[in-house]
């Protein structure tokens, strides 16, 4: 269960569309191992493959410890409420900046499990929103795109002076 490099912004794989999981075998379950491991040391609750550069399909999201640990392979989301609600999100890819988004309150998704059985989930809170961004990363939208301009240019700009 190595800990993997992060791919850091403005890396283009963080805008590109990750490919659907075909393969359920012992590399994915790894891989999944690989994703907990490198979100925890990062810090974060939400990792997917493409953060460490593996154009796939799976996020793990972990809310509250090791033992909360969900993986969900091919997630898409089926439904989204109307109603909105905001909180602040960031990314192990950008380490340093959070901003409010806003995202649907509830949401329905359909994804595999590690054994490529499907399944349905319906949630909301804190959960929904990682379900959200997650699921945006691997269509190749990166969280600060769900910003205003001004906003987005903003969080660029501390970004990078944080780098320097």
Not at 6 to 23: H, K, M, Q, S
Not at 39 to 58: D, F, S
Not at 103 to 120: C, F, T
Request: include cysteine; charge should be negative; charged fraction near 30%.
């Amino acid at each position: 269960m190595p800990i993997r490099p992060i791919v850091r912004f403005p890396d283009e794989r963080l805008r590109t569309p990750c490919r659907a999981v075909e393969r359920f075998d012992e590399s994915l379950a790894a891989l999944a191992s690989d994703l907990a491991e490198t979100m925890r040391a990062a810090p974060g609750i939400g990792i997917t493959a493409a953060h460490v550069g593996e154009l796939l399909r799976m996020t793990v999201i972990e809310l509250d410890g090791p033992s909360s640990t969900r993986v969900y392979v091919n997630p898409v989301v089926e439904w989204s409420s109307a109603e909105m609600r905001r909180h602040a999100e960031g990314s192990v890819s950008m380490p340093g900046v959070t901003e409010d988004v806003e995202r649907s309150a509830r949401i329905r998704i359909r994804y595999q499990d590690l054994s490529g059985n499907s399944d349905v989930e319906e949630t909301d809170g804190l959960l929904a929103v990682c379900l959200q961004h997650e699921i945006d990363q691997l269509d190749g939208i990166f969280w600060i795109e769900r910003l205003s301009r001004l906003k987005r240019e903003r969080i660029i700009k501390k970004f990078r002076k944080m780098q320097a």
